[in-house]
């Protein structure tokens, strides 16, 4: 199992707090990572209790990423307190559900800045930093259901996640042959916040279980395993590409 052991490597997980980022984190923390967490919420220190009991080291910096101009001194707060970054998991995001006719333009703006500019940027800062290390690293970007579909009420998120599919492929372009690998994971309907509304709507809720032929909802703990190996020696010859995590839902 050394293929997937991520002893000795660091890694940096956005929105790692709550949700799919704390799964992740506390996934990566499993695999022998140690994590950088950045989140804009209080609840940072449940996770960071959690790490550091697996004797895991673990730093957590409160950040809003949406604010272009904290990401450098994000990215060099981690590298002094870690010396590198070896694995960035993009998993930052909000979704606004209004109808398309009534999308107010701080919506969009909000959730384009988030879910794709900080992506871009966070994955730019970061690939600037594996390049001089010399050593080749890993970015995963959380992309969706929706970076293939349409959805309902939620133009501005879909754009989001269809953009984050481009920008994966694109980093992947540039920097596969310097050992940099860029790939996504696509998670499907998910037990969490964002999720709340739909589950809680009778008709909905059985619209989306009647189509996963795996008859349930996906848990944050269902990304662990994908991260793990989309972070590890494991899938080195992977670029460019988009994992779904959901249930059979695209197969369907």
């Given at each position: 199992?050394?293929?997937?052991d991520?002893t ?19 996934g ?23 790490i ?44 606004r ?44 970007n ?12 939620v ?26 690998s ?9 037990e ?11 008709e909905?809720?059985?619209q989306?279980?009647?189509?996963i ?6 848990t944050p ?14 899938s ?17």
């Amino acid at each position: 199992m050394k293929l997937f052991d991520l002893t000795g490597k660091v890694a940096l997980v956005t929105g790692g707090a709550v949700g799919l980022g704390a799964a992740i984190s506390i996934g990566l923390a499993e695999a022998g990572a140690d994590v950088a967490i950045v989140s804009s919420r209080d609840r940072i220190r449940d996770v960071h209790q959690r790490i550091e009991a697996m004797g895991r080291q673990v730093h957590t910096i409160t950040a809003d990423l949406s604010d272009e101009q904290v990401l450098p001194a994000v990215i060099d707060e981690v590298i002094e307190r870690f010396g590198r970054i070896d694995i960035l998991v993009n998993n930052s995001g909000i979704i606004r559900r209004t109808p398309a006719a009534e999308h107010s333009a701080q919506d969009w703006h909000d959730v384009l800045n988030l879910n794709l500019n900080t992506v871009f940027f966070l994955s730019q800062l970061v690939g600037r930093r594996m390049l001089e290390q010399g050593s080749g690293g890993k970015i995963i970007n959380i992309a969706s259901m929706l970076s293939f579909q349409g959805g309902i009420n939620v133009p501005g998120y879909t754009a989001a996640k269809h953009g984050v599919v481009g920008v994966t492929k694109a980093l992947a372009n540039e920097w596969a042959g310097k050992g940099i690998s860029v790939n996504a994971i696509a998670p499907g309907y998910m037990e969490t916040d964002n999720t709340a509304a739909l589950r809680a709507d009778a008709e909905r809720n059985n619209q989306i279980l009647g189509r996963i032929p795996a008859g349930r909802w996906g848990t944050p703990e269902d990304l662990q395993g994908p991260v793990v190996f989309l972070a590890s020696a494991a899938s080195d010859y992977m670029s460019g590409e988009v994992l779904c995590v959901d249930g059979g839902w695209m197969s369907r």
